[in-house]
């Protein structure tokens, strides 16, 4: 018997007695040296997954993107195709996409992907096709433990309130075509609309949106309060100082790419972004990346960041398992200050 991370017991994780190894900071790691889909149970991994929130699987020696779609037909993941997506991706094909293109100096802070969709992908899949030299591990953060972690009172506010994303669609940043699957003005409309986002169209030709989520969730399986949102990643506040700076500068004030407020339309101040990161710190797990390595996580109750790295890293990514979560979008979306 095992005691877990969350201090519950675990059984027998395989038919063969395995099990993950659970030492604290690390991200629990299932080793089957020279394992294969065939020898190695799709199920019995998934009941690992549930039960631990994340699990990196080694040994199953992934070589190309067409090898996490087989890791998801093994695992029985149905594939989203990305919409909304905030970084720009290249698309492998059979809902494998790479990795965020985002600077290797730079960290990815902790997030839950497209927490801020109508549907969710309840499960995320990651292949490490080539491994860093040093750094760029995928960590994972327990969202339950946000919630005990951070200040009640902030919390309450979010859980009453939810947060609202702004977005503007320009030069900078993901496009049209990669964020709505197309260009044509009456198709963004139109998702818009079926999407609970609230738009307009600037004189420059630029699209505007606004879209309100809630921050604490529910698990559908386990009905665990869930801080669930990506309060802290998509706020102004993490841009380089420089480069917000310089949108600014050239866009006007409340133009940026993306930023979060409170979901009454308050700004979110620098002490609250300070806060959830340091919370996101607290409970972050990690394991080094190994070529070959995949790394399965409930997308609802882990969030995942990415470290800076050095040296050639490639790992490719797919979003399943699509769920709508009860109370999760909010149509009571206050307006934008007025475009200038």
Sequence with gaps: MTVTTDGTTAGAALPDGREPTLDAGRTPLLEVPGADFETLSGPAVRDLVARHGALLVRGLGLKAPADLARAARWLGVTAMTEREGFTSRTDHGDGVYSASQWPADEPMCMHHELSYAVEV????LFGCLT????????????ARTLLRTLPAGLVERFEREGWLLDRDYREVGVSRLEAFGSEDRAEADAYCAG??????????????????????????VTGERLWFNQIAFLNELTLD???????????????????????????????????INAAYTAATSREPWQTGDLLVVDNLRMAHSREAYQGDREVVALFGDPVRLTGHVRTDVPARPTAV
């Design 121 to 124: 992908p309840s499960l995320a």
């Design 131 to 142: 491994a860093p030299a040093a750094g760029g591990a995928t960590a994972v953060a327990d």
């Design 195 to 220: 999407h609970a986002i609230a738009h307009e169209w600037l004189a420059d030709g630029a699209l505007r949106t606004r879209q309100r989520r809630a921050a604490v969730v529910a698990h559908p």
């Design 241 to 275: 100082p420089a480069v917000r700076e310089y949108l600014t500068s050239f866009y006007g004030p409340g133009a940026l790419p993306f930023n979060t407020r409170f979901g009454d339309g308050e700004a979110i101040t620098e002490d609250v972004i300070e806060t």
